[in-house]
């Protein structure tokens, strides 16, 4: 991590509107995301819950609001931001096998034109260790099974050697061990002090596997320690299905 | 050149550019202008197979043997696709080049023996039209072209009219296509087939391009001009006949290829309704911009005047007074004013420009729908006062009665806003 | 038609030579850079660009007149780069999608080009214009200084590509993550098009710009049957490529009224044939092959699975007639036989006719095939839930395939489920 981070905050947003098509999909975001916490994201589909991740990175333009990382622009400290996207956006027919993918977490530290060296390679093995991939480093990735895509996925993160992970669905279409081993690996790496935000789609599990939540419709409803905050009364304004309202003010808005 | 043969000439055009505009409506919907496009390159190896093998230009066997090949394209895009797991995009270029490139290599090396040549191929012998004429028992029928043409017009009409509700059900909703028992596959393959007929019928009078070319250009810009199928239908065909008049015209004007003027006349077409279509158009857009600035002159407008009623200062007395008094540019600041005189929102008492009733009634229901909007902004969506005007300032234009309705009815009734103002009452609410 | 050829391969002509070298690079280049758009699946944004080439090449004919190739190159590079800006900016506005968008500037420029092109034609001097090369490709009409600069143009290419090999992998594959990492994913991405931009203009001349398409889809597509590694799979594209352009001009060289667009576009499809049909592992054949394998394999285990419950059936006799394996099984005499004699040569069967008889390693594997069933039909029942008369059929089909640990992870549910060790009663009579 070359640059020095400002405070210990590793996610602050604030005021943030997300508009698509000139339809607002997140309306006036406000949070902050205490240190060491594993977060979970929740909200029905379609209520802007990838969108949130995607605009702390930058991949979608804001209408407005700000996004700090440790107190200083997102920009400045992508090397302290690792990131696990959705498995269906890639094409798992690529020609590229296990290792070459994880590798790839590290070119941002490897720079321009420069090959991978031996001690990345052995990084790269070893964050495939850590996800019980090893034996499968020089398999084509069209041949694994989801829950071993996914795996795949988190040892790139893993590469990153990040401080704050934001991981997009995760959990969704794996086998039990591997949704096993993801949560294991969760809990070593907040134990190691690092922050973890996951949109997640399954509410039973949300009170086992995480400590924080940001409960989500088209703007935050609710965000605190579960304890507190994952209520049925939060969970009936998240998904209860009265934000027509918002909706079809939206709609209005892009119809203009 | 006389008359007739003007008229034969353009005649051929259009009939060839209505039948492809009208399939090629379907194939711009369904995502498969590039189908189309493959299709119509692929007929070429059929059509020069068929002039090989059949050393004649009778008709029906070569009409059968090279639409079958646009057929088998299809066919063979979908295998490459489905069986050997190939990019659709990649499997479309495959196909349709092979083909091509074969029945280019059986042209140019049997030369002499084909009444066909390359430049033919593209841009078709249209202008010889007129001489090609059809004779029956020794009376002139007119060009061979025009019938054959016409008579695949009158079969594509045929086809989408009596397939036209299972076309566009297996088009825009396919799952409710197949619970219906209608075979999304076969209709696929009935489209295919008409596309090939209509691609091989064309081809020979007006060349691979224009045929290409009408088969997307005048169903994509009916795409842009309206949403209702029949209006999309019947707008592509004028779009693709009125490429066909002009573009002649301009051939003549250039001294060049009257297919590729066709062409280049579609387009031009297309740019038009693309630069105009107040959604998507630079032109379109900007026109559209400017009549939304002009509403949010004349509604600040209605709202200014009434607080200064409310609040009892200085009336407005004059017009330039009024003008100056709106932040929106000169000219919208004037067409607003003409727009809240004409709705009757704004009148002349004794010289000076004042609300009418009516106008009054119109600035409450702008007050009201901000306040409602603040409130609701505040109470259901949780957002602190202080971020709340600024929204509402945005959405008060926006909000109709059906929607403030809704708003009241979730806000439980109140009568203030979060800055104690009150929310006024229009009275439509209790209608409801 | 022999001396022809003979004299084509001697190389003793500079032409030859040279054209030769021009088209093989060019093919080469084109299919290296192909393979970066397939796989974005941009593979037709390529036929766009061929074809909006066309009038610009023709522009740059009517300012300059010559026929030299860096004008009509930048021309037709202008002109291509126009189509392209312009396929964005209609798709941008959310309406019509990109395969329109890429039909209405594909035809449309095209006319353009062809309206240009007679117009040319018609003046005095445009017939000698050799425009009409553009058309379907000509690679004889390649002087060889022109060659020079397409030769130094492919090059250059090549070694971009070699430069930022994984950079322009990675945003291939996954621009989003490769944008978090910090990378000019925007920058990169226009790069890579202005490479794919320079391939096509490069090649326009050997192929033509109707099929210079296929020199950058067909290659690359060819290459992925063979390959699981991107940097194999440039390697067997720009090797497909050159070859289809060496096929291409030594044809056409023979039969001079054959353009060489369509026969490379043939040559590089029958390679595409060939390997979808030969390829190792995605072939067709390799596929059939590893299916036949496994019937026979399957065939073989029912086989002594079969012998072994007909003999118990029979009291423990230990010879087996063909006529029973084959009513039990359900599969012909001949079936049987053949079965029988390929385990007669892995030494599990032996042959007494008409009937078969297992050796001792025989018995041993059916004994273990046996087991690996009823554990299987066991824990379809029991823990899996499935009716029992479905049973039989599902656990022939799986028992074939269990990996060792999963048969052993099966063994220990029946010991820990109290059924007993080793052999347990089949869920059927038989």
Not at chain 2, 121 to 142: H, Q, R, S
Not at chain 3, 191 to 206: F, H, R, T
Not at chain 3, 354 to 366: H, I, M, N, S, W
Not at chain 3, 413 to 424: A, M
Request: with cysteine.
């Amino acid at each position: 991590m070359k640059i020095e981070k400002a405070n210990d905050i590793p996610l602050e947003i604030h005021d943030m509107t997300i508009a698509y098509h000139k339809k607002p999909v997140l309306w006036d975001v406000d949070l902050i995301v205490p240190e060491g916490k594993l977060v979970g994201i929740v909200g029905p589909n379609g209520a802007g819950k990838s969108t949130l991740i995607k605009a702390v990175m930058g991949l979608i333009p804001k209408a407005s609001g700000w996004i700090k990382v440790y107190g200083k622009p997102y920009e400045e400290m992508r090397s302290w931001v690792g990131y696990v996207p959705q498995r269906e956006s890639v094409d798992w027919d690529f020609p590229i096998n296990v290792r070459e993918v994880v590798l790839m977490g590290l070119y941002g530290k490897i720079g321009w034109v420069k090959r991978p060296d031996k001690a990345h390679v052995r990084i790269a093995e070893e964050s495939l260790e850590r996800v019980d991939m090893q034996a499968f480093a020089k398999r084509q990735i069209s041949q694994l099974s989801g829950g071993q895509q996914q795996r795949v996925f988190l040892a790139r993160a893993l590469a990153q050697d990040s401080q704050i992970y934001l991981m997009d669905e995760p959990f969704s279409g794996v086998d039990a061990a591997t949704e096993k081993a993801i949560i294991q690996l969760l809990g070593e790496l907040r134990s190691r002090g690092k922050t973890v935000l996951v949109v997640h789609h399954d509410l039973q599990t949300i009170p086992n596997y995480f400590d924080w939540v940001i409960m989500l419709n088209m703007r935050i409803v609710a965000t605190g320690p579960v304890s507190q905050v994952f209520t049925n009364e939060n969970l009936h304004r998240t998904y209860g299905g009265k934000l027509t309202i918002l909706s079809e003010a939206a709609e209005a808005v892009s119809r203009t | 050149m006389d008359q007739l043969a003007t008229f034969w000439i353009i005649l051929t055009g259009a009939l060839a550019s209505a039948s492809c505009a009208l399939l090629g409506t379907y194939l711009v919907l369904r995502k498969m202008s590039l189908i189309g496009d493959a299709i119509s390159h692929s007929v070429l190896a059929g059509i020069a197979m068929a002039y090989w093998l059949s050393g004649s230009r009778s008709i029906l066997p070569m009409f059968i043997g090279a639409s079958s090949f646009g057929v088998i394209a299809a066919l063979l895009i979908e295998s490459l696709n489905k069986k050997w797991r190939i990019y659709e995009d990649a499997s479309i270029g495959i196909v349709f080049t092979a083909l091509f490139a074969f029945g280019v290599l059986l042209i140019s090396n049997f030369a002499g023996q084909i009444d066909l040549d390359q430049e033919c191929v593209l841009y078709g012998e249209i202008a010889y039209t007129p001489w090609d004429l059809l004779a029956f028992k020794g009376v002139n029928l007119g060009p061979r072209a025009v019938w054959l043409l016409g008579f695949v017009l009158l079969l594509d009409v045929l086809m989408v009219v009596l397939f036209y509700k299972e076309l566009m059900l297996a088009s825009f909703d396919p799952a409710m296509a197949v619970s219906l028992g209608i075979s999304s596959t076969a209709i696929h393959y009935i489209l295919m087939t008409a596309v090939s007929m209509t691609t091989v019928a064309a081809f020979e009078s007006v060349g691979a391009i224009l045929v290409v070319a009408m088969l997307i250009v005048p169903g994509a810009t009916a795409y842009l001009l309206t949403d209702r199928l029949k209006v999309m239908l019947v707008l592509s065909v004028a779009v693709g006949v009125a490429s066909a008049v002009i573009g002649y015209y301009l051939a003549g004007l250039w001294d060049s290829s009257i297919a590729g003027a066709m062409t280049i006349t579609a387009g031009g077409l297309f740019a038009l309704a693309f630069l105009l279509s107040p959604k998507y158009g630079i032109l379109g857009k900007s026109l559209h911009q400017f009549k939304l600035g002009i509403r949010y002159a004349a509604d600040h407008m209605l709202l200014t005047l009434s607080r200064e009623a409310e609040s009892q200062t200085i009336p407005v007395r004059s017009r330039r007074q009024l003008l100056a008094l709106s932040n929106a540019t000169a000219i919208q600041a004037r067409f607003a004013l003409m727009q809240n005189v004409r709705a009757g929102f704004i009148g002349r008492a004794n010289g000076d420009l004042t609300l009418t009733d009516a106008g009054k009634r119109a600035a409450i229901s702008l007050l009201q729908g901000h306040r409602l909007w603040e409130t609701f902004l505040n109470e259901k969506v949780g957002l602190p006062s202080d971020h709340i005007h600024e929204a509402a300032n945005r959405m008060e234009h926006f909000l109709d009665e059906r929607l403030k309705h809704d708003i009241i009815e979730e806000i439980g009734g109140r009568r203030k806003d979060p800055h104690g103002k009150d929310i006024p009452e229009t009275g439509d609410e209790a209608s409801r | 038609m022999a001396d022809q050829i003979a004299r084509f391969f001697s190389f003793q002509d500079a032409n030859v030579r040279y054209v030769l070298f021009g088209s093989v690079i060019l093919s080469a280049a084109a299919a290296v850079l192909g393979s970066f758009a397939v796989l974005r699946k941009r593979s037709l944004l390529g036929d766009a660009l061929a074809h909006a080439a066309l009038p610009g090449v023709c522009v740059a004919f009517m300012l300059t007149g010559t026929k030299s190739i860096l004008p009509l190159l930048i021309g037709a590079t202008v002109s291509g780069v126009l189509g392209v800006l312009m396929i964005q900016a209609v798709t941008a506005s959310g309406k019509i999608k990109s395969d329109a968008a890429i039909g209405i500037v594909l035809s449309v420029f095209f006319g353009a080009g062809i309206v240009l092109l007679t117009h040319i034609q018609k003046q005095p001097l445009g017939n000698q214009s050799g425009l009409d090369k553009f058309l379907f490709g000509q690679a004889a009409a390649m002087l060889p200084k022109d060659l020079l600069v397409m030769g130094m143009i492919s090059f250059f290419l090549l070694v971009v590509i070699l430069l930022l090999f994984k950079e322009f992998r990675l945003l291939t594959f996954d621009p989003d993550f490769f944008a978090t990492l910090g990378f000019p994913v925007a920058f990169l991405d226009l790069l890579l098009m202005a490479l794919i931009v320079l391939a096509v203009m490069a090649g326009l001349q050997a192929v033509g710009v109707i099929l210079m398409a296929a020199m950058l889809i067909t290659p690359a597509v060819a290459a992925k049957f063979w390959t699981n590694r991107l940097s194999a799979m440039i390697a067997v594209a720009g090797i497909i490529g050159a070859v289809a352009g060496f096929f291409g001009t030594f044809l056409s060289s023979l039969a001079p009224r054959i353009p060489t667009g369509p026969v490379m576009v043939l040559s590089a499809t029958f390679f595409l044939i060939l390997s979808a049909l030969l390829a190792p592992q995605k072939g067709v054949v390799a596929k059939w092959r590893l299916h036949m394998r496994n019937k026979r394999r399957m065939a073989q285990e029912h086989f002594l699975r079969g012998w072994l419950e007909i003999s118990k059936q029979n009291s423990g006799h230990d010879r087996v007639e063909v006529g029973e394996l084959a009513t039990h099984l359900r599969l012909s005499r001949q079936a049987i036989e053949k079965a029988g004699r390929r385990l007669m040569r892995q030494g599990l069967v032996s042959i007494q006719p008409p009937c078969f008889a297992l050796t001792e390693v025989g018995r041993q594997k059916a004994t273990r095939l046996i087991k690996t069933h009823r554990l299987w039909e066991y824990y379809l029942i029991h823990r899996a839930q499935i009716d029992p008369d479905h049973v039989h059929r599902d656990a022939d089909e799986v028992e074939h395939i269990l990996p060792p640990h999963v048969i052993s992870e099966l063994e220990k549910i029946v010991e820990t489920e109290g059924v007993g060790s080793g052999k347990f009663a089949s869920a059927h009579p038989t």
